[in-house]
């Protein structure tokens, strides 16, 4: 079975740092994935891990550590529009499918 | 626009009613998938298909079921509705081991009254 775990909600101030972590437990992996969700919108493409690492991209960062089964997504220079739900999830080898996380809700404060 | 695309965006309809949720998939992917996101929750997985056929299940309901047809476009069918299957369903759509995964739909928003 699958097990993805990440806080529910996190809170931040504008302009500052936070980091969103995720946790996963699965019984085939071929890549962890972030999705930024609106509310009421579709999930967006944020980052893809596959490798253990950092991935940057602009004010994303996200990491991967395959053998703890754990990721974080870091979001620098907080925007208020930056306040969503952030998901992770995990592809599954052999289908292709995503199983997501429950989604941990930002807020940004200014 | 995602290029994937979601009809109709918003269904209201009555207890016990039989619905169908219609997505076309992006230009040249051959994997659609079929999502339920209830308030507050999490996406869950329904099903899978892959180039007409059936690849993956997840928390389907017996009351539910899909299919993919020949140009690729997949229906999602929902019957007996009830109170709790109000959610947003979204439709995705890949090719697989993509690495960006899936390209989303608006989703459509179904409301069981």
């Known amino acids: 079975g699958q097990n993805i775990d990440q806080p529910t909600e996190m809170t931040a101030t504008e302009g500052a740092i936070v980091q969103i972590n995720c946790t996963y437990q699965t019984s085939g992996f071929n890549g962890l994935f972030w999705y930024q969700q609106h509310a009421g919108e579709a999930p967006t493409f944020l980052s893809y891990?596959?490798?253990?690492g950092l991935e940057e991209k602009g004010r994303f960062s996200s990491f991967l550590s395959r053998s703890k089964g754990y990721s974080y997504l870091l979001l620098k220079e907080l925007q208020m529009k930056d306040s969503a739900s952030y998901l992770c999830?995990?592809?599954?080898?052999?289908?292709?499918?995503?199983?997501f996380g429950t989604g941990t809700r930002l807020q940004v404060f200014p | 626009d995602s290029g994937v695309t979601q009809t109709p965006k918003h269904l209201i309809t009555a207890t016990g009613q039989r619905v169908t949720l219609r997505c076309s998939p992006r230009s040249g992917d051959l994997s659609v998938y079929w999502y339920q996101q209830s308030l507050d929750q999490g996406l869950q997985f329904l099903i899978q298909y892959y180039n007409g056929e059936e690849r993956a299940k997840g928390n389907i309901l017996e009351r539910f079921s899909a299919q993919q047809f020949p140009d690729l476009h997949s229906e999602l069918n929902l019957s007996s509705l009830e109170l709790g299957d109000s959610a947003l369903y979204f439709c995705a759509s890949s090719v697989d081991g993509r690495p960006y995964g899936y390209t989303f739909g608006s989703g459509t928003r179904l409301t069981v009254v």
């Open positions: 999830a995990v592809r599954d080898h052999g289908t292709d499918k995503l199983i």
């Open positions: 891990n596959v490798l253990d």
